[in-house]
């Protein structure tokens, strides 16, 4: 759309479509990190310590009550940091430098590099907490020295706003009116501030690697589409597209379901919901039902486990939301960069592929049969009738031993598809549960052995890689040659170009946030399925996501 301008000075990976046009802003200052100050009297460093201890329960106080007012994934990466603010390795690493006579700030800033390197070291998602680390550090050292808590401009007219990365708790808190785009040097397709941003509706894009030429003040254009980052295009030419996109995104607006392709192939379109009020506000979109419903909300932050009461009566609001209609619940898919609390595990060296999932399960088998009794519960007294799935699930055996669980409470068991050795034996797997469902983000990265975090990689992340995609057409051709759905629940459902390409894989279901329904649905219902197989076609015959993107969208204009 934007290739009419001509003045790209900008490129990075596309994550959420649109167009904006507005001025550039950056985020505010953080607070200046000096690493020397006067060592503390000893008579001090008691009040020194509980100062700190008091200004980080501040900080995790005033996360938490954002994540009250917060759905969807807005509300889990708040919490998530919140979390953080309490970590007791964090905390106790800065109150011993405390007691041995140096200074809160200086001791918050020693304790987060220290950290910040063992994160490093670990790699995987455990790299991708630095951001949110080193942004509670900044929030803890204003908290303790007086100053604005740090973190995005509320602009005066709407603008695009433009950072090295952001931190959930900033990402969480976008109002849609005032940012309505969002450029970052850093972050991948699957970082927090992608999905807020599919959650919010509003163009992103990500790994714009060159984005600090763009000083603040500047108008710029953003396509959300082909990652392109505009300074100072021709107004009037920008103003058409912008209208053009809105034009657009009405047009969308007025889709009204069902799913199918304009020659009548169904394809179900779902949404992707974490707790009941995000699954209200999923209920007044033309989603058909939910393929998938996180249940971690419950769960992270919390000392102990939640009863199996507290969990069904959360698991209730979901299922009546959606009553009548298609529920895909996954278990609980904590561990890694969701630890709990109330579970003891050892420190691990690589989390990422550490215990996480359906693996606390096998280390505590306790904790998944409680969840299925409460999700049994839940459908007794909504007279539903759920659909079960577990994450990472890496062999038949697990996939059996998980459906076993869920058939003896009178539920339909399924797997997620996030680790390619499940996507390689899916015809095996499919021998013992009743429908599949790929997680796009998890399975790119296993696949590319890429952080799915790192701004270096993203090119490797993007769901629109080949072998991903490849991945995803053996995984679907299992299920048609065994009669059983397979659906994509990862962010690639959220792309309406993607979105078609995965239904001529021969996805049956895609399943994305709610503000992402409608241009899904309204994409895949103004093509054929011949469409859609030839763009299939097209993109599994590329090597990479540029020529992919280009494939497919030749394949279908």
């Known amino acids: 759309m934007t290739e009419q301008l001509n003045r790209i000075t900008v490129h ?29 009297d000893e008579a001090d460093r008691e009040s020194a310590a509980d100062a700190f201890v008091a200004a980080a329960k501040a900080v995790e106080n005033r996360l938490l009550g954002r994540a009250a007012e917060a759905t969807g994934a807005a509300a889990e990466v708040l919490q998530a940091n919140a979390a953080m603010a309490a ?31 063992l994160f490093t070291k670990v790699g995987g998602v455990m790299a991708e907490r630095v951001t949110d680390l080193e942004d509670i550090r900044d929030r803890v050292i204003a908290e303790l020295s007086g100053l604005p808590e740090p973190g995005v401009p509320m602009p005066e007219t709407p603008s695009v706003l433009c950072a090295d990365d952001l931190a959930p708790a900033d990402t969480a ?17 699957t970082s927090h501030t992608a999905i807020i941003a ?23 254009l953003i396509d959300g589409t082909t990652g392109d980052v505009i300074a100072e295009p021709d107004p ?41 009020a995000g699954a209200r506000a999923a209920a007044l979109t033309a989603a058909g039902g939910i393929g998938l419903f996180r249940t971690e909300l419950c769960f992270l932050g919390r000392e102990t486990e939640p009863t199996v009461d507290e969990q069904a009566a959360i698991y209730a609001e979901v299922l009546e939301a959606f009553a009548g209609k298609k529920v895909i619940i996954r278990t609980l898919d904590a561990g890694s960069d969701k630890p709990l609390k109330f579970a003891n595990h050892q420190e691990e060296a690589n989390p990422a592929l550490g215990v996480r999932g359906v693996r606390i399960a096998w280390q505590d088998m306790g904790i998944l049969d409680r969840q299925l009794d409460a999700i049994a519960a839940a459908a007794a ?8 799935m577990a994450p990472m699930i890496a062999t038949p055996a697990e996939a059996k031993r998980f459906a076993d669980a869920v058939r003896a409470r009178d539920l339909v068991p399924g797997v997620m598809v996030e680790i390619p050795a499940a996507a390689l034996l899916a015809d095996q797997i499919l021998e013992h549960v009743e429908f599949l469902s790929i997680g796009t983000n998890d399975l790119a990265q296993y696949t590319m052995a890429a952080d799915r975090m790192s701004s270096e990689l993203a090119d490797l992340t993007d769901p629109w890689q080949p ?14 040659a065994a009669g059983k759905r397979v659906g994509v629940c990862g962010e690639a459902a959220a792309d309406p170009l993607l979105a078609c390409v995965l239904a001529g894989l021969g996805v049956s279901s895609l399943s994305c946030a709610a503000a992402s329904v409608a241009g899904v649905g309204a994409k895949v219902g103004s093509v054929t399925m011949a469409q859609c197989e030839a763009a299939a076609a097209a993109v599994l015959a590329t090597g990479d996501p540029v020529a992919a993107r280009k494939a497919a969208a030749d394949a279908i204009s």
């Open 12 to 40: 990075g990976t596309p994550v959420v479509p649109g167009i904006a046009y507005g001025p550039a802003i950056w985020p505010s200052s953080r607070p200046e990190l000096v690493t020397e100050a006067p060592a503390l």
């Open 87 to 117: 970590d007791r390795g964090w905390i106790g690493a800065a109150k011993k430098s405390i007691t041995g006579g140096v200074p809160p700030v200086q001791a918050a800033i020693a304790a987060t590099e220290q950290f910040v390197v």
């Open 173 to 189: 808190g976008l109002d849609a009116t005032k940012i309505i785009g969002l450029v970052t040097i850093f972050g991948g397709p």
């Open 198 to 220: 599919r959650q919010l509706g509003i163009p992103c894009i990500v790994a714009a690697k060159e984005l600090e030429s763009i000083a603040a003040g500047t108008p710029i």
């Open 236 to 276: 009037e030419q920008a103003r058409e597209l912008v209208e053009q996109s809105r034009i657009d995104r009405e047009r969308v607006s007025t889709w009204t379901g069902p799913g199918r392709t304009s020659d009548g192939r169904p394809v179900d379109v779902l949404a992707n919901v974490q707790d009941g």
């Open 381 to 388: 007294s909504t007279n539903s009738s759920p659909w079960v």
């Open 467 to 480: 072998a991903v995609l490849a991945l995803v057409a053996r995984t679907a051709q299992a299920g048609q």
